[in-house]
C-alpha cells in the first residue's frame, strides 16, 4: 500500500510549519538559549546566516521593528490616555449626579426630576458610548482616532522641538 499523506503539514516527508508557528517556535528557543534573554546583533546576523537569511533582509527587518517599536509604545500611551479620560468622565458624572442626588432629596425633588432625566441621561449615554468604543474597539475607527491622535502628538513634538531651538539654552 502506497504511504498517503492526508496531514496538510506534511509534503515530500517533511513536517512543515505556517511561518507565524515557525517564528513563535524560534522565539520560544532563542529566548530559552540565550541566558539574559538578549542577543547581540552579532548573534542575530549568526542566527539569521545559519537559517539562510540574507544581511539585507536582516538590516529591512530592523528597520521595520524600529518603526513598530515606537508604534507600540505610542498605542499604549494613546490607550492609556484614553482610559484615563474616561475614568476621569465618570468621576464627574459621580460627583454631579451624587450633588444633584442630595439636592433633590433636600429641597423635595418633585420639580427636579424631569430636568435631571434631561441634563444626565444623554450625559450617562455619552460616557457609555465612550466606554464601548474604548473596550470593544472596532478596528477601523480605532485605527482612524489612533492616527489622528498620533498626527497631533507628531505636531506637537515638531513645534516643541522648533521653539527649543529658537529660545535655545535657557
Given amino acids: 500500500m502506497a504511504d498517503v499523506t492526508t496531514d496538510a503539514y506534511v509534503r515530500d516527508g517533511e513536517f512543515l510549519y505556517q511561518a507565524e508557528d515557525a ?3 524560534l522565539s520560544l528557543a532563542i529566548a530559552q538559549q540565550t541566558e539574559s534573554g538578549e542577543l547581540s546583533r552579532t548573534q542575530l546576523l549568526e542566527i539569521a546566516d545559519e537559517l539562510g537569511i540574507a544581511p539585507e533582509t536582516i538590516a529591512a527587518a530592523e528597520r521595520e521593528w524600529d518603526v513598530k517599536k515606537y508604534e507600540i509604545a505610542d498605542q499604549k500611551v494613546f490607550d492609556g490616555q484614553r482610559k484615563q479620560r474616561l475614568q476621569n468622565d465618570i468621576a464627574q458624572f459621580a460627583i ?3 450633588g444633584a442626588l442630595v439636592f433633590q432629596l433636600v429641597t423635595g425633588g418633585w420639580l427636579w ?3 435631571l432625566y434631561i441634563v444626565f441621561g444623554p450625559w450617562a449615554l455619552q460616557i457609555a458610548w465612550d466606554a ?3 473596550y470593544r474597539p472596532n478596528n477601523y475607527s480605532y485605527r482612524k482616532e489612533f492616527e489622528r491622535w498620533r498626527r497631533k502628538q507628531q505636531v506637537k ?4 522641538g522648533a521653539v527649543r531651538r529658537l529660545l535655545g539654552p535657557l
Avoid at 513634538?157 to 516643541?160: E, L, P
Wanted: net charge positive; hydrophobic share 45%; aromatic share 12%.
Fill in 23 to 25: 517564528q513563535q517556535i
Fill in 96 to 98: 454631579w449626579g451624587g
Fill in 113 to 115: 426630576n424631569p430636568l
Fill in 132 to 134: 464601548w468604543r474604548i
Fill in 157 to 160: 513634538r515638531a513645534v516643541g
